[in-house]
């Protein structure tokens, strides 16, 4: 009988399971790949912000973003520029392994390998059944189990616990180019056209490399086509390597039973706005190593003692979530035209400007609420159009 078992060593899943080791549990992290990071599809991109909040390897930084350059439909752009850092751009993979090596340095002993089948709650323990690259399936209990699979919610949903209201799907390639003339700045596309629903972005590595990809509600390949044709038009995309996987979208349900919590993307504690799992996942690690801890103080793993996780989360971050997903949902039925004359407004207006303050890299609320009430006051706005 193990104290906890983390199934999944995403940054979540190793945030989660590094606390619980440092708080003096015995903590087994399952992850499926038999190398972590392994296949860890994602832009990298992680701001400031979390780099003084965690205890994070900066070695795995491979760029800075101090600009981000917003393009309408017709070619407006829109910028933020700033003298310090607003992120960092990651290797993923070397992240999440450096994170795995701070784990196992607190404690943690990693199962790399296995596949987490089902998890069975029982009256005293949960049973983590599982099955190991090279040997048979087989179990283990635990008193508690931490569910941070990512985006692959079948243990949430065969527990009944939350799953994601919407699912969009990504792609991204890394493509070798000159500067684009925009001083490093990292670009987002939106519009119809470009990617519905959603955006697509190129972000800059250093040395003539780039990150380009999209998210969208709609079959996304055509539309990365085009993106790299627009940016590189004397590329051949089917020469080039391209990752696909999907990106969940806000909570519905619970994320908590009986001795089971689902953290991380697992539990839809991901960016609405942007995509963005990264530093809400470490936040969500954070809440439920603190829950998981006092119920093993009180020696409780109900649904009382390991719903306090609920409230965390939601007081912590849930008006984030729901504001986001509501604003890209609003946004996503705006025609290119209306985005267009958007883009005109909010600079004719200095609208940038004015948000400062309310702009921060990975709390989006207040400066949408702020953009929505721009929007709906202003002359000539997205209103009138
Ligand atoms: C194209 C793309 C670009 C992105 N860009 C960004 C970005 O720039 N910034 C950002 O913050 N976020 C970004 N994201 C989202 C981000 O990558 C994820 O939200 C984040 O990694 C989620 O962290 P996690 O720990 O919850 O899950 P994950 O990182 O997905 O980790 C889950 C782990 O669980 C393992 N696993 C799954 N099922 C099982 C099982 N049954 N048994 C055992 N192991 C299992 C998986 O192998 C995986 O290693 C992007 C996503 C995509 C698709």
């Known amino acids: ?48 912000e979390a780099f003084g909040r965690f205890d994070l390897p900066t070695h795995p930084i491979l760029a800075d973003i101090r600009c981000i350059q917003a393009v309408s439909p017709g070619g407006r752009t829109l910028e933020h520029r700033t003298d310090v850092p607003l992120a960092r751009v990651l290797d993923k ?14 404690g943690v002993e990693m199962q790399l390998g296995c596949w987490v089948n089902s998890l069975e709650v029982e009256k005293h323990s949960v049973v983590i059944n599982f099955r190991s690259t090279g ?27 939350a799953r994601p209201r919407q699912f969009l799907r990504a792609l991204q390639t890394e493509l070798t180019l000159p500067p684009n003339g925009n001083g490093g700045a990292t670009r987002v596309y939106v ?9 697509g972005w190129e972000i800059p590595l250093g040395n003539g490399k780039w990150r380009v990809g999209l998210m969208t509600e709609q ?42 919590v689902a953290a991380g993307e697992a539990a839809g504690h991901i960016k609405t706005t942007t ?20 119920a093993f103080r009180k020696k409780s ?41 958007f883009f005109e407004v909010a600079r004719a207006t200095d609208l940038l400007v004015r948000l400062n303050g309310r702009l921060k890299f990975d709390w989006h ?21």
């Open 93 to 106: 993979g070397e992240f999440n392994r450096a994170m795995a090596q701070q784990a196992i340095c607190a």
């Open 365 to 385: 609320h207040r400066a949408l609420l702020a953009t929505l009430r721009a929007l709906l006051t202003l002359p000539g706005g997205v209103g009138a159009s």
């Open 135 to 161: 040997a048979g399936p087989s179990r283990l209990r635990a008193q508690v189990a931490v569910i941070t699979t990512g985006v692959n919610g079948s243990l949430n949903r065969a527990l009944g616990l």
């Open 275 to 294: 995509g963005g799992g990264i530093y809400y996942g470490l936040l969500s690690a954070e809440l439920v190593a603190d829950v998981v801890t006092r």
């Open 219 to 260: 079959d996304p390949e055509p539309y990365l086509a085009k993106l790299v044709r627009r940016i590189a038009p004397h590329t051949d995309i089917s020469t080039l390597r391209v990752d696909r996987k999907g990106i969940a979208q806000a909570p519905v349900g619970r994320s908590v039973t009986e001795r089971v």
């Open 301 to 341: 793993f109900t649904l009382g003692t390991l719903g306090e996780f609920e409230r965390y989360w939601r007081s912590t971050f849930g008006n984030e979530l729901m504001v986001g997903y509501f604003a890209r949902k609003l946004a996503s039925h705006f025609t290119d035209r209306q985005i267009d004359s």
């Open 1 to 48: 009988m193990r104290d906890v078992v983390v199934v999944g060593a995403g940054p979540a899943g190793i945030h989660a399971a590094s606390l619980l080791a440092q708080a003096g549990l015995d903590v087994v992290l399952f992850e499926a790949q038999n190398r972590v990071g392994e296949r860890a599809i994602c832009s990298g991109v992680l701001g400031d």
């Open 191 to 199: 519009g119809q056209g470009v990617a519905p629903g959603a955006f």
